[in-house]
């Protein structure tokens, strides 16, 4: 158990030091598209409740929004309608 654990930080001070190794214009730049999409989201919840078009925000969803930003609304929207 304690190698999965030493195996897990290692991991994510890895992940973590790319993420600081990141110029920090593009980092700026996800972080607004991250914030652009979830009012996006959080607003279609909104007005589209009463059109009866309410989207499930899960991890999943949240995760998509997340990094695409308005694409991936769209792409919530496109698999709400499928799924």
Avoid: E
Avoid at 1 to 21: C, D, E, N, R, T
């Amino acid at each position: 158990m304690g190698y999965v654990s030493f195996f897990i930080a290692v991991l994510i001070l890895f992940v973590v030091l790319k993420i600081l190794a990141l110029p920090f214009k593009i980092i700026i730049k996800l972080m607004l598209n991250a914030l652009i999409g979830g009012v996006v989201l959080f607003l279609l919840n909104l007005i589209g409740s009463n059109f009866g078009l309410v989207l499930d925000i899960n991890w999943l969803s949240a995760l998509i929004v997340g990094f695409l930003g308005v694409p991936g609304v769209i792409i919530v929207l496109i698999l709400q309608f499928l799924f």
